[in-house]
């Protein structure tokens, strides 16, 4: 019976090829967009992680600037803004930072000594817009944004977030509602076999059971396009972000399980509702 | 093997059957004939459940049809045949995969379906014909497919609309001399048509639709 139902769908599936791959495609297009939006947010994970701590300031001192001669300068800091929050970042901590996003830093920091790195320091202010005036220090290298820049950050996420996913969601519900359509109108083209099946007594589940079958085989061709979609993208914006020395995004094992399981799953729930709703010439009451 | 007890059937409040009572035995060959319109395909369709009765009970195949549960709808229809005017083949598969998808769909295995299909057709005398496409056929040849189909898995009751409907008089008479054949070999057969012509070819028992209700049950001519 299940050979027969499989192929059945098989049969419709073949002679229906060209709505079936643009079937395949509408669903491949917002699992692709969702996923890469995914493995967006893991890319930049660290960095909003980085600018959450950094919430202060950092201000870059010349590498000279070290020992007792940067206890001083911290203390001059502290004597002239009693309400500055000084703190000094060890260069083990700059250095880990750095490496997270710049991975050669840390095969650079096992052959040379920590000593290179200059001093940075992290000055929490009330006003941070004050600490403009440390780049007229002659010990200051630079001052760091002054604004809160990881707010700044993850307020982009966040919008990306939704437009990424909302997008991906109305486009989903569009390629759930085109299976339904497609499920509708290839039941009306078979109307004949239903009838005779029903008639000779085939049950239910067999007469709805190669629809089923034709919508998951689409979906699995779906889950297909979206995983390569997705990994294109992915290599695609690996080069990019390789030529400015930045670290690889990768694409997350359950990602691709996710995508399979939504692009099998979606089109087979509204085939059901759809055959639950429309295939019921059982029984006139 | 059949049995209606007070059925009432009505569409829109207009009465199509009723108060029908009527029995039949297993192994019976029964005409049922009316004018058209006088509701024999209505009482064909309570049989097979493709319609409920408005009241009264129906019994086919120790089953109460009037009230079965739609998920015991397919253990009713597998057992009986119903043949049609329009014979219902499917125009997409062959005269043997018209059989062949019925018996698979009934859970016999590829091989075994293929020969009983054979089989079917080689009785009805279609076995050359086996790989030829339904719009291919003649109208004989076409019913005799539907007969084939509805035979292969072997119903106790073989429900037959106006089956010789689309056919001339020379087919009509080779299609009743087959479905005596089958009913001789021990199937129940009920034929619903108004061709009086048939109903005086073959001495049977034959049920009178008038007004929605049972006017004559006898054999004909009276």
Same mark, same amino acid.
């Given at each position: 019976?299940?050979?027969?139902?499989?192929?059945?769908?098989?049969?419709?599936?073949?002679?229906?090829?060209?709505?079936?791959?643009?079937?395949?495609?509408?669903?491949?297009?917002?699992?692709?967009?969702?996923?890469?939006?995914?493995?967006?947010?893991?890319?930049?994970?660290?960095?909003?992680?980085?600018?959450?701590?950094?919430?202060?300031?950092?201000?870059?001192?010349?590498?000279?600037?070290?020992?007792?001669?940067?206890?001083?300068?911290?203390?001059?800091?502290?004597?002239?803004?009693?309400?500055?929050?000084?703190?000094?970042?060890?260069?083990?901590?700059?250095?880990?930072?750095?490496?997270?996003?710049?991975?050669?830093?840390?095969?650079?920091?096992?052959?040379?000594?920590?000593?290179?790195?200059?001093?940075?320091?992290?000055?929490?202010?009330?006003?941070?817009?004050?600490?403009?005036?440390?780049?007229?220090?002659?010990?200051?290298?630079?001052?760091?944004?002054?604004?809160?820049?990881?707010?700044?950050?993850?307020?982009?996420?966040?919008?990306?977030?939704?437009?990424?996913?909302?997008?991906?969601?109305?486009?989903?519900?569009?390629?759930?509602?085109?299976?339904?359509?497609?499920?509708?109108?290839?039941?009306?083209?078979?109307?004949?076999?239903?009838?005779?099946?029903?008639?000779?007594?085939?049950?239910?589940?067999?007469?709805?059971?190669?629809?089923?079958?034709?919508?998951?085989?689409?979906?699995?061709?779906?889950?297909?396009?979206?995983?390569?979609?997705?990994?294109?993208?992915?290599?695609?914006?690996?080069?990019?972000?390789?030529?400015?020395?930045?670290?690889?995004?990768?694409?997350?094992?359950?990602?691709?399980?996710?995508?399979?399981?939504?692009?099998?799953?979606?089109?087979?729930?509204?085939?059901?509702?759809?055959?639950?709703?429309?295939?019921?010439?059982?029984?006139?009451? | 093997?059949?049995?209606?007890?007070?059925?009432?059937?009505?569409?829109?409040?207009?009465?199509?059957?009723?108060?029908?009572?009527?029995?039949?035995?297993?192994?019976?060959?029964?005409?049922?004939?009316?004018?058209?319109?006088?509701?024999?395909?209505?009482?064909?369709?309570?049989?097979?459940?493709?319609?409920?009765?408005?009241?009264?009970?129906?019994?086919?195949?120790?089953?109460?049809?009037?009230?079965?549960?739609?998920?015991?709808?397919?253990?009713?229809?597998?057992?009986?045949?119903?043949?049609?005017?329009?014979?219902?083949?499917?125009?997409?598969?062959?005269?043997?995969?018209?059989?062949?998808?019925?018996?698979?769909?009934? *859970?016999?295995?590829? =091989?075994? /379906?293929?020969? @009983? +299909?054979?089989?079917?057709?080689? $009785? &009805?005398? %279609?076995?050359?014909?086996?790989?030829?496409?339904?719009?291919?056929?003649?109208? *004989?040849?076409?019913? =005799?497919? /539907?007969?084939? @189909? +509805?035979?292969?898995?072997?119903? $106790? &009751?073989? %429900?037959?609309?106006?089956?010789?409907?689309?056919?001339?008089?020379?087919?009509?008479?080779?299609?009743?001399?087959?479905?005596?054949?089958?009913?001789?070999?021990?199937?129940?057969? &009920?034929?619903?048509?108004?061709?009086?012509?048939?109903?005086?070819?073959?001495?049977?028992?034959?049920?009178?639709?008038?007004?929605?209700?049972?006017?004559?049950?006898?054999?004909?001519?009276?």
């Amino acid at each position: 019976m299940i050979r027969q139902i499989v192929s059945e769908g098989w049969g419709i599936l073949r002679s229906r090829a060209g709505v079936s791959f643009a079937l395949a495609l509408a669903l491949a297009v917002p699992l692709a967009l969702g996923g890469f939006t995914v493995v967006v947010e893991r890319w930049l994970a660290p960095l909003v992680a980085t600018e959450a701590e950094a919430a202060p300031v950092q201000v870059l001192l010349r590498p000279d600037v070290t020992g007792q001669r940067l206890q001083h300068w911290v203390d001059a800091q502290n004597a002239a803004h009693p309400k500055w929050q000084i703190q000094v970042v060890p260069p083990e901590k700059l250095a880990s930072r750095l490496a997270r996003w710049f991975p050669y830093f840390e095969r650079i920091m096992d052959r040379r000594s920590l000593e290179i790195m200059p001093p940075l320091v992290e000055i929490l202010a009330p006003s941070p817009a004050t600490l403009s005036g440390l780049k007229n220090d002659p010990d200051v290298l630079a001052v760091g944004p002054r604004s809160n820049l990881g707010a700044l950050l993850r307020s982009a996420l966040t919008r990306v977030r939704w437009v990424l996913g909302v997008t991906s969601l109305l486009l989903l519900a569009a390629a759930g509602l085109l299976a339904a359509v497609w499920v509708h109108l290839e039941m009306y083209r078979h109307a004949d076999e239903i009838t005779v099946m029903r008639l000779v007594g085939t049950a239910e589940g067999a007469v709805r059971g190669p629809f089923l079958v034709v919508v998951a085989l689409t979906g699995l061709v779906a889950g297909g396009l979206a995983s390569g979609l997705t990994r294109l993208l992915t290599i695609w914006s690996s080069g990019v972000l390789g030529v400015l020395g930045l670290r690889s995004p990768t694409v997350p094992w359950w990602v691709t399980v996710a995508q399979f399981a939504a692009a099998v799953l979606l089109p087979i729930a509204t085939a059901a509702i759809t055959l639950a709703r429309h295939a019921t010439f059982g029984i006139e009451e | 093997m059949i049995r209606l007890r007070e059925v009432h059937k009505s569409f829109d409040h207009r009465n199509v059957l009723r108060g029908v009572t009527v029995a039949v035995d297993p192994g019976e060959f029964v005409f049922l004939t009316g004018p058209s319109g006088v509701g024999k395909s209505t009482f064909l369709k309570l049989l097979y459940a493709a319609e409920r009765p408005t009241s009264g009970e129906v019994w086919v195949n120790d089953m109460r049809v009037d009230t079965l549960p739609l998920h015991e709808l397919p253990h009713l229809r597998r057992t009986m045949g119903v043949i049609f005017q329009d014979f219902k083949l499917l125009k997409r598969k062959s005269v043997l995969e018209n059989i062949t998808f019925v018996l698979r769909f009934h *859970g016999l295995p590829p =091989r075994e /379906a293929q020969r @009983r +299909a054979y089989l079917t057709l080689k $009785r &009805l005398g %279609l076995q050359h014909r086996q790989s030829a496409f339904p719009d291919a056929l003649s109208g *004989g040849e076409q019913q =005799r497919v /539907a007969i084939a @189909r +509805a035979l292969a898995y072997q119903p $106790r &009751l073989i %429900l037959a609309d106006e089956p010789t409907g689309n056919l001339d008089a020379e087919l009509a008479a080779e299609l009743m001399s087959l479905l005596c054949d089958i009913n001789y070999q021990g199937a129940t057969v &009920l034929v619903a048509t108004h061709d009086h012509a048939l109903l005086e070819s073959i001495p049977a028992r034959t049920l009178v639709l008038q007004r929605g209700a049972i006017a004559y049950d006898g054999i004909w001519p009276p």
